[in-house]
C-alpha cells in the first residue's frame, strides 16, 4: 500500500527481495512522511527569532567565536550538523549560516539528523570555493572561469 502511494507521487522502486518486510515498510514511512512534511524555515525549527544571532560584520573575531559556537551548540541540540569545509574560515561559515540557513525552508524529521555542509554542487558561485577539497572531481579551473564570465556578463 505504501509503495503504491508513493508511486502516485512519482516514486519508483527497484525489487530488494533481501530486505526484511519490517524494514522495507519502516523505510517507506520514513519517505512517505518525508514527502508529506511541509518545509519551514530553519529559525522556525529552532524556535528563534531570525535576528536572533548578531549579523557577522557587527562581531569582532572573539565575538564571532563566541556566537558560532552558541550557534553549533543550538543546531547540535536540534540533530543539525554543520559539515561545511574544515578550512573555512569561521566568518564565513557563520555568515552562511545566519544569512541563509536560518532563512532557508527545510523538511525536519524527528529523529533524523540534518547536515548542512552548504554544497549545491554548482561550484563557480559557492562561497566555499577557495576552501573545497572536491571541486576539482567535478570541475575543471577553466570550466568554472567560463561560468563565473556569464554570470558576471549576464548570460546563461
Not at 80 to 92: C, H, K
Not at 115 to 120: A, E, F, M, Q, W
Not at 128 to 152: A, H, M, N, P, T
Request: with cysteine; charged share 30%.
Amino acid at each position: 500500500m505504501l509503495k503504491s502511494k508513493l508511486i502516485l507521487k512519482g516514486g519508483s522502486f527497484h525489487e530488494e527481495h533481501d530486505v526484511p518486510p519490517e524494514i522495507e515498510n519502516a523505510f517507506l514511512k520514513n519517505v512517505l512522511e518525508f514527502e508529506e512534511t511541509e518545509p519551514i524555515p530553519m529559525y522556525q525549527y529552532l524556535h528563534i527569532k531570525p535576528d536572533t544571532f548578531p549579523a557577522e560584520k557587527d562581531l569582532n573575531g572573539k565575538e564571532l567565536e563566541e556566537q558560532y559556537n552558541q550557534l553549533e551548540q543550538l543546531l547540535n541540540a536540534h540533530n543539525i550538523v554543520i559539515d561545511l569545509q574544515p578550512d573555512l574560515p569561521r566568518r564565513f561559515a557563520y555568515k552562511f549560516l545566519t544569512e541563509e540557513v536560518l532563512y532557508e525552508k527545510y523538511v525536519f524529521i524527528e529523529g533524523m539528523t540534518l547536515h548542512l555542509d552548504g554544497c549545491t554542487g554548482y561550484c563557480p558561485d559557492c562561497f566555499q570555493l577557495d576552501y573545497c577539497d572536491v571541486k576539482d572531481e567535478f570541475w575543471s579551473k577553466g570550466e568554472i572561469e567560463r561560468e563565473q564570465r556569464k554570470k558576471k556578463s549576464g548570460s546563461k
